[in-house]
Every structure is written in structure tokens, then in C-alpha cells.
């Protein structure tokens, strides 16, 4: 019995964006196959290495040539998949299970089609697609591709510059791939068509190299393969971005098109932001502050989910961005005030714990800004949430550290976690895990361990206030990492925090003299 070809798509480069469906197959196969170039690095294998087992058979497909260093590129490059599906094909005779990772989608331009027109006619094959790059484009820019009645059309950047221009200028939103080094033909293209104005360019879309700009502005020389340009569907009049307001550079990650006041709002001098806490979850959470300061917000801004946690006002306008952008979400907001809009900027729990507060005032303190009002509006800190739930374990001197290395090195964190533990404060501890990052969990663990009592309580709430909170408490000595992930937050106590018979959990306000 032969084995089954799997074609997987992975999508654009955020492992998070890789399908459940996708996931379990990679997980599941006996040979994961994936492309490379000549320098061994395989974009597809580093989006799934979440997923892979580690004991798993892995084929590398190097091309071995590009077409600036052959006189017969395709000669070449239909030898080269003529080889290759040979070596899936021992695979599958066999009767194993064989995943082609696919970057992106395996249909979509992908290098996936060549394996399958060779070998899905002699094994069972099934593609599973995935996240395009112009689909995670159109999302980092927050912009639609098509509404209603428009033509979306894709383009290779490969094609020639009258091919590139007569397709450009139908008007109707365009997606170019391919860039690299076909950029200069393409700028050429939308000058050409009239359309450059309105042109975005996205490199490496949802990965930590991202950058977004108008297109306009990017230098031809910095630009790699995996990018592509925009031009996505037009906003309505009063939602047009004029020239000389394009947002911040995304880095990583995106940034919301910057947008004017609409029409029968010109700048008043009256603009404002606020930067609102939600709390940790529904509108019970919502002070009456905060309340009100969103109902009389002309827009909205911030992280999509937590938008979608703001009802709908007649004449709002809310501009949604992904979570990891906050500088250039900043930057947006006060670019709307700049202009006479008021602005509210939602953010989950208390906006100046490791959220939004922080973010907007740095980029307030621009001097381009510095005439834009800025007020920050409390709200219910995660750790105050999950403490509630759990008794008073904050109830004496407490500490609150972020495990997440992103923005600050793992050294850091590691030094100012010893030293809480030196000095016996109880610790609230904020983005412990999530899918791609597991190890900080553990090393904090053990950390804790040289200086805390195995029987240490540790508070585990998740999702608190929301419809799967769990709130547990276990010894810091079975602490699992592997039950932690992004939307959990840890209360460690001190040497002096208690757990009753009934499971309550506080901290004495007295300290042993």
C-alpha cells in the first residue's frame, strides 16, 4: 500500500497563522519535504518547525539555480522537480506519509504545483491551503483587498513593464508579488498607470521582519523576494489618506493606514486621545469613565479583538490593527487628533500595564505631537482580576514582571525575577507563554525554586472574566509549562502567602518581625 502526498500550506511566516488542519498533518507525517535556496534556509520549515516532532524524516529540495545564473533556467529547474518527485516517490512507495511544506499557499504561486502535476496522478494526493501573502498583506495594512463590485487582480512582478502598466490601469485593486528585484519595474508600472500615490508595499508580512510603507518611499535596493505591493480597495472620499500622512513603518508587524477627518469634520483644534482599559474581559469590567469617554469618541483604535469588545456607535469609525504594532498604532491615533478627531485607544486591562498608555506617550513626546492633549483612563488589571478570584494573594508587596523576551532580553527578565525572589515579594507574571515561546516558564520555575518553598502557592488564572476562565492553584513545585500559554497570568506567592483548607489564597498584611 503506497503512503499519501500531503501539499500543506503554512502560511505567510506567522506560525500562529498555520491551520489546525495543517498543524496535525505535519505532525503526523513520516517525511516532511521542504524548499530551500542554495544557502540551506528554508522559510517554509522555519514557519512549521512549531509543529514538527523532531524524529520526522526531512527532505530538502535545493534549487539550484535562479534565473540570473542560467542560460536555461526552465531546462533546468523541470530536471531538478523531475528528481525531486523521484525522491517523494521512494517515500510514498514505501507507504509512508509525505508533507511538502508550502509557504503560504501550495496553489497560489507556491512550488508545491510542480511535485503534484508529477505525482498526484500516482499517489493519493490532498492540498491544504493556506494563508496567501496577499491576504496577510490586505491585513497588516488593515486595509480591504475588494468591496461590492471590484476586480481583484494579482500580478507578477516577472511580467514586463507595458504588461504591468495596461493591467494596473483598470483602477480596480491590484496585488503585485514577486518583487525583489523586479521592484524597479513595477514602481515604473504604477507611475506609469497613475497609481503610485496609492500603492503599499508589505515585506515579509506577519513575520518579526515585517515593514510596511507607501510604496513610494521604499528604496529598490533593500528589497527582498518575499514582499509584494498593494493596491487595495479605495476608501470612500471621506476615508481617503492624503499624501503626506502615510503611517509608521511597522517593525515588526503593521500599522493602520492613516486616514483624514471625513467630510463635515475638519480639524477644530479640539482633538483629542484617550487611551481607555477595558478590563480583562466583558462590559461589566468597563468603569464609568471609560464608558463614557468611548461613547463620545469619534474613533477607535487598537488591537482588533479588544475592538470587538467595544459596541458599535452610529457615526464611529473603528481602525483595527494587529496586537504587535503599538508604536504605529500610537503614532495613528494622534495623527487623528492632530487633525481635530477624538480619539479613544482601547486597550485590555489597565492601559498602563504592559499596554497601550505607555506606547501613546512615547510617541506623543514627538514634537510633531506635542500639541495633541493625552489622557489615560484606568481600568482592571488582569492581575488584579485573577488575584480577586483567587482570595487577597496581593494583599502585601508585590512585584509584576512580563516573561515575554520580545522587547527586552531574556537576561533582564531573568535578573529581575532573581531578585524579587531574593527580596520574598509575592509576583504577578504577565505573558508567561505562548505557541513559540515555551522555555521561560520552566528556567522562571527553577529559578523561583533556589529561593520559594517547593509548597510555594501559585496562582494560574486564564481567560478570567471571559467564557472559559479557569482559575487554579497548585504548588510552585508542579508548576507545568506545559499547561500555560499567552492568555494565562501567574501569581507566585511569597514565603509568607497562605493557602486555606477551602483553597482561598492571601497574603498577610503583617510581615514577621
Not at 498555520?18 to 496535525?24: D, E, G, I, L, Q
Not at 504561486?109 to 505525482?119: A, E, I, N, T, V
Not at 531573568?414 to 504577565?430: F, G, N, Q, T, W
Amino acid at each position: 500500500m503506497t503512503g499519501r502526498l500531503y501539499g500543506v500550506g503554512v502560511g505567510p511566516g506567522d506560525p500562529e497563522l498555520v491551520t489546525v488542519k495543517a498543524a496535525r498533518l505535519i505532525g503526523e507525517a513520516d517525511v516532511v519535504v521542504f524548499h530551500s535556496a542554495r544557502h540551506g534556509r528554508s522559510v517554509a520549515r522555519r514557519i512549521a518547525e512549531p509543529y514538527l516532532r523532531g524524529d520526522q524524516i526531512e527532505e530538502q529540495l535545493v534549487y539550484p539555480v535562479t534565473t540570473e545564473d542560467s542560460d536555461d533556467y526552465q531546462g533546468e529547474i523541470d530536471a531538478f522537480y523531475a528528481e525531486c518527485a523521484a525522491r517523494l516517490a521512494a517515500h510514498l512507495d514505501a507507504g509512508r506519509t509525505v508533507v511538502v511544506l508550502a509557504a503560504g499557499d501550495p496553489f497560489f504561486y507556491g512550488s508545491y504545483m510542480h511535485l503534484h502535476k508529477r505525482l498526484a496522478d500516482r499517489y493519493p494526493a490532498e492540498v491544504v491551503p493556506g494563508v496567501t501573502s496577499v491576504s496577510a498583506g490586505s491585513a497588516v495594512i488593515g486595509r480591504p483587498l475588494v468591496e461590492r463590485d471590484e476586480v481583484l487582480t494579482v500580478l507578477p512582478g516577472t511580467l514586463p513593464v507595458d504588461a504591468l502598466t495596461a493591467h494596473l490601469a483598470t483602477g480596480d485593486p491590484v496585488a503585485v508579488v514577486k518583487l525583489g528585484r523586479t521592484f524597479p519595474r513595477v514602481r515604473e508600472a504604477l507611475e506609469r498607470a497613475g497609481r503610485l500615490d496609492e500603492a503599499w508595499y508589505v515585506e515579509r508580512a506577519t513575520t518579526g521582519g515585517q515593514r510596511t510603507a507607501p510604496l513610494a518611499e521604499v528604496d529598490p535596493d533593500g528589497v527582498p523576494y518575499f514582499s509584494l505591493a498593494l493596491l487595495p480597495s479605495k476608501p470612500a472620499p471621506a476615508e481617503a489618506a492624503p499624501a503626506g500622512h502615510p503611517p509608521a513603518e511597522a517593525a515588526p508587524a503593521e500599522s493602520a493606514p492613516a486616514e483624514s477627518a471625513p467630510a463635515g469634520h475638519p480639524s477644530t483644534g479640539r482633538g483629542q486621545v484617550v487611551v481607555v482599559g477595558l478590563g480583562p474581559a466583558g462590559p461589566e469590567w468597563l468603569t464609568p469613565e471609560a464608558r463614557q469617554a468611548l461613547a463620545e469618541a469619534e474613533d477607535l483604535v487598537g488591537y482588533v479583538t479588544y475592538l470587538d469588545r467595544v459596541a458599535d456607535v452610529a457615526g464611529q469609525r473603528k481602525h483595527a490593527s494587529d496586537n504587535r504594532v503599538e508604536s504605529e498604532r500610537a503614532a495613528f491615533a494622534l495623527d487623528l487628533a492632530k487633525r481635530g478627531r477624538k480619539v479613544a485607544v482601547v486597550s485590555s486591562g489597565d492601559p498602563g500595564v504592559f499596554a497601550m498608555a505607555g506606547a501613546v506617550l512615547e510617541v506623543a513626546a514627538e514634537e510633531e505631537f506635542a500639541d495633541v492633549p493625552v489622557r489615560v483612563l484606568p481600568g482592571v488589571t488582569a492581575a488584579h482580576a485573577v488575584a480577586s478570584r483567587a482570595g487577597a494573594p496581593l494583599g502585601h508587596d508585590y512585584c509584576v514582571l512580563s516573561l515575554s523576551d520580545r522587547l527586552k532580553p531574556w537576561e533582564v527578565i531573568a535578573e529581575r525575577l532573581e531578585a524579587a525572589a531574593r527580596a520574598d515579594l509575592v509576583i504577578a507574571i504577565y505573558n508567561p507563554a505562548s505557541r513559540s515561546r515555551r522555555r521561560q516558564v520552566e528556567a522562571a520555575r527553577e529559578l523561583l525554586l533556589r529561593h520559594r518553598s517547593p509548597d510555594t502557592p501559585v496562582v494560574i488564572g486564564r481567560d478570567v472574566g471571559g467564557p472559559e476562565e479557569d482559575v487554579r492553584v497548585v504548588r510552585l513545585a508542579d508548576l507545568d509549562p506545559a499547561a500555560i500559554d499567552m492568555r494565562c497570568l501567574l501569581i507566585i506567592g511569597s514565603s509568607q502567602t497562605l493557602r486555606t483548607g477551602r483553597g482561598v489564597v492571601f497574603t498577610p498584611r503583617r510581615y514577621p518581625s
